[in-house]
């Protein structure tokens, strides 16, 4: 899979723009705050109709401007796929080979997109909910019924909380609609907890062979999906169905007190050990960085394997945050491979180390300054 070309027209800080790309490595290059973030946003929204930097739309199309246009033609092994999408103060409207998508499940998948920014290197470190939002966001571009179930999870999380803050200040004493509305979750619920499950497994498979390579064989990498639910290796989905249900039966009496649902996916998290150690609490800066590279490199034979297809890769100024060892296996792992964009403010630490010539775009305030082919 590969991006052949981005027009993008009051987006950000661009009127207009058009880029083709020709080579495998495409590198947005130019000083801070001139723009080059906001092109890899644009094929990161193009991708996945959101972005990867705020939940407000409006933030992504240009100031006094009604709407703004991202647009691209997708390349596959056997196929050519034209995708556009449209952001309004009123929402946003996706295009499949010129047809309007109405389902949220029929455009993502299209272009499958890794994107790997400093932040990304807390992925280890930072909160559940960013661990949360990662295996939504990827396991989304491969599942298109995860999709689905998940955003019916949180649409019946919201009416279920709510309830339960009616039920405790005496606006509602119907018993029977929390059942119901306790069911819906079980339902949508385990779904989501199965698929996040066997994602993990996968992703622990691929992410240690990586991390043993950066490491020398010294470390060895363990992925754990820590859930609210018992058990952390269900047999299959009525499993997870069933012990869900025993669970919110046991915590119902507390949840009444602190009108909130107290067990699901909303409250899971991810642990990652090294030598069976806890690399959040226990492991070095150096091995908290390894960890995240892996897992992130992990990504790109998954998505592979899943779809038959490479994903496109989106390096946002990784380079300069990664020591020499982990920039040059980075490198290796993509060169000739994924088709990668990456943006840098210079190429010391980047071009010298390439073995494929790049594909360079200078930026400047939002606009192409020239490009050396």
């Known amino acids: 899979m590969r991006l052949n070309n981005l027009h993008i027209k009051n987006f950000r800080n661009y009127d207009e723009l058009s ?11 130019g000083e801070n705050a001139q723009g080059k973030t906001n092109l890899l946003e644009s094929i990161y929204a193009l991708a996945l109709t959101r972005s990867h930097r705020t939940n407000n739309e409006q933030e992504l199309i240009q100031w006094e401007k009604e709407q703004a246009f991202i647009k691209g ?51 280890v470190k930072g909160s559940p909910q960013g661990r949360r939002k990662f295996l939504d966001m990827e396991i989304g571009q491969i599942d298109p019924v995860y999709l689905y179930e998940s955003a019916q999870y949180q649409k019946i999380l919201k009416q279920r909380n709510q309830y339960l803050k009616q039920l405790a200040e005496h606006k509602q004493t119907d018993e029977l609609y929390l059942d119901i509305l306790s069911e819906q979750l079980i339902d949508h619920g385990s779904k989501v907890l199965f698929a996040r499950q066997q994602f993990v497994k996968q992703l622990e ?127 290796e792992t993509i060169e ?31 606009q192409l300054e020239g490009e050396d082919v």
């Not at 915590?251 to 909130?260: F, N, P, S, T, W």
């Not at 806890?278 to 992130?296: E, I, M, N, P, Y």
């Open 19 to 29: 880029l083709d790309f020709h080579k495998n490595v495409v590198i947005f290059m």
């Open 73 to 123: 033609n997708v390349q596959k092994e056997y196929t050519k796929v034209p995708l556009e999408l449209f952001l309004t103060k009123k929402g946003r409207k996706t295009k499949v080979n010129h047809m309007e998508q109405k389902k949220l499940s029929s455009y993502i998948g299209q272009l499958n997109v890794i994107l790997f920014a400093p932040e990304d290197l807390s992925l």
């Open 205 to 331: 498979y691929w992410a240690n062979q990586l991390h043993q390579k950066i490491s020398q064989s010294k470390e060895h990498l363990t992925i754990i999906y820590r859930s609210s639910i018992p058990g952390d290796h269900w047999a299959d989905e009525q499993t997870v169905k069933e012990t869900y249900a025993q669970e919110i039966e046991q915590v119902k009496g507390k949840e009444r007190l602190r009108q909130v649902t107290l067990a699901g996916p909303h409250r899971d998290d991810m642990s990652f050990l090294v030598n069976e150690k806890d690399v959040q609490t226990f492991g070095s800066q150096g091995q908290q960085r390894t960890t995240a590279l892996s897992v992130k490199l992990a990504e790109i034979d998954l998505i592979k394997e899943e779809t038959g297809e490479y994903p496109v890769l989106l390096l946002d100024d990784v380079m300069s945050e990664l020591d020499d060892s982990r920039q040059l296996h980075l490198l």
């Open 336 to 366: 000739g491979k994924i088709q990668t964009f990456l943006t840098t403010t210079t190429l010391k630490q980047v071009k010298d180390k390439m073995s494929v010539e790049p594909e360079i775009f200078y930026i400047r305030q939002g």
